[in-house]
């Protein structure tokens, strides 16, 4: 952060998270995903960034849920999708 300048959001999606039953929790990440996905389309419209610029990450189920947003984008892909399980 001290030699460039960039943007990070992230992402609380704790409630849909949340939860004994595994399979429903995974059954979430598409409509999580989808939503991530919507707000980079609207940031590429409105040109404040540009697919080459933008670096999801996540962790674990949050690995899956950057994936599902990078694959729903409107056009294009992302630069890079990092994931750590």
């Known amino acids: 952060m001290d030699t460039h300048d960039f943007n990070i959001f ?3 999606w704790s409630v849909p998270a949340s939860g004994d039953d595994f399979v429903k929790v995974v059954g979430r990440i598409g409509n999580v ?22 670096h999801l990450i996540g962790h674990s189920l949050g690995a899956h849920l950057m994936g599902v947003a990078g694959a729903t984008i409107k056009e294009g892909k992302v630069a890079r999708i990092t994931g750590k399980l």
Not at 33 to 54: H, N, P
């Open 10 to 12: 992230t992402v609380d």
């Open 33 to 54: 995903g989808k939503k991530i996905s919507k707000f980079i389309d609207i940031l590429l419209e409105k040109q404040y960034v540009t697919r080459a610029e933008i």
